[in-house]
C-alpha cells in the first residue's frame, strides 16, 4: 500500500489486452455451509470450503474480464500478498508482479493519507506488515520486481519490463492512463488523490537520507536494497 500501485495499476489498464479494475478484495469473499448435509455433499464431490472459495473467486474475475472484452485481468489490492499462496493455488498460470518503494517513503505516504487516524509511529508498524507480508510473497513466488522509482522516474523504461514479464507488448498509451470516468477513484479502493487523477505520472518524491531512516524500518529497506543504518531485528512485525 502507498507504493504506486494504484498507478501502476491503471496504466496496465491502459493497454489495449490488459484489464485493471478497481481493488476487488475478492479473498474476503467466503463460503459457508448452511447445514452439515451441503458440507458433506460438496465434500462427496472432492469440494472443501477453500475449493469452493476459489471457484467463486475465478468466476468474479472471470465475468469481469468477460466484459472488459480484453484478454488479461489485472487484480491488484495490497491486501493478497496475505493470501499470496491461496492466490497461487487458486490460479497457478497467474503471473506475479512486486512493486517496491522506498519503506520510509511508504510509511510517511500512509500517515499522510490520514494523520488523524494513523499518527507517524502507527502508520509505520501498519505499513510495515504490508512490506513484509510482500516480502514473504517474493521468497515464495517466482515473479517480477518493479520499483516505484522507476516507475516515477522512467516509466516507459519500468513498463516494458512490466510487459515483457506479461508476454505482451509495450504501448505508448499506457503513460497517458485512463478517462476522466476512469480516473474518478473511490476512496478505500486505491488512491483517489488529485495526484493520480491527473492522468499522467509525477515526479516522485525525493529518498530520504539513510541516516533519517527509523530503526523500525531498517530490516526491510536492506532487503529491498535501499540504503539505511545497520539492520536489527526490530524491524520483523508478522
Known sequence: MRSGSTLLRMMLGAHSRLHAPHELHFRRLEVEFATNLARMSLEALGLDRADLEHLLWDRVLHRELVRSGKTFLVEKTPGNAFSHRRIAACWPDARFVFLLRHPASVARSWHEADPRKRDPERAMADALRYMNA???ARAALTGHTVRYEELTEDPAGALKGVCE???VPFEAGMLEYGSPAER???KGLGDWKDKIRSGRV???RSLPDA???PALLHDICAAWGYPA???TTEGRVS
Do not use: Y
Open 134 to 136: 510482500v516480502e514473504r
Open 165 to 167: 514479464h506479461l508476454g
Open 184 to 186: 474518478d477513484l473511490t
Open 202 to 204: 509525477q515526479p516522485g
Open 211 to 213: 541516516a533519517e531512516v
Open 229 to 231: 543504518g545497520a539492520a
